[in-house]
Structure formats: structure tokens, C-alpha cells
């Protein structure tokens, strides 16, 4: 059984900084390309930033500069340290991986920046 476990979420001023985590079972944590999405409320889920096996990041344009993504594999877990958040940056944040062509996604920790 696949599961995703996403923690670290709260409310942060503007400037600030959160650090999000990733807690995966039920794969080989190890060969997962694993990605960062936000939701935030009346818009699409949107990619924010991957991380595949070998270590490789791509960021969203909208984060570059501020988010970074990295992963222990040793923990099984994936991270997304968010600095400089802004306002906009509010959404719900949820990771997800593709095991064996079906996708699986966390419950999502919500985040939220205040001006």
C-alpha cells in the first residue's frame, strides 16, 4: 500500500520561511521520480518542483530562487524548503509520485502567507 505523508505546513509571515516534508511507503523510494504541487483555492493544481532518482531538480518559474527540492533517500522522505515566501505562495501542498503508471498524491499540508 502506497502512502504519502506530507508534514511541515503552517501560517508564515511574508519574507518567511517552511520546510516541508514527504514521507513515502509502500514503494522503492529510491527509483521514485518524486514532485511538489500546490493548490491554491479557485485554481488548478500546479507543478512546483521534482526531483528524480538520480538527484535532477526542476522548479517551477514562479519559485526558482526561493524553493529548493531535495530528498534522503536513507529516510524515505522528500523535502521543499520554501524561503522568501510571499502571499501568493498560499495554497495547499501536496507530493506525489508515479509507482508502476498510477499516480499517487499525499493528503496535502496547507500553507499560508500573510502580508
Known amino acids: 500500500q502506497v502512502q504519502l505523508v506530507e508534514s511541515g505546513g503552517g501560517l508564515e509571515q511574508l519574507g518567511g520561511s517552511l520546510r516541508l516534508s514527504c514521507a513515502a511507503s509502500?514503494?522503492?523510494?529510491?527509483?521514485?521520480?518524486m514532485a511538489w504541487y500546490r493548490q491554491a483555492p479557485g485554481h488548478q493544481r500546479e507543478l512546483v518542483a521534482t526531483i528524480t532518482r538520480e538527484g535532477r531538480t526542476n522548479l517551477a518559474d514562479s519559485v526558482k530562487g526561493r524553493f529548493t527540492i531535495f530528498r534522503d533517500n536513507a529516510k524515505n522522505t522528500v523535502y521543499l524548503q520554501m524561503d522568501s515566501l510571499k502571499p501568493e505562495d498560499t495554497a495547499v501542498y501536496y507530493c506525489g509520485t508515479n509507482w508502476f503508471g498510477v499516480e499517487y498524491w499525499g493528503q496535502g499540508t496547507q500553507v499560508t502567507v500573510s502580508s
Open positions: 509502500g514503494i522503492i523510494f529510491s527509483m521514485c521520480t
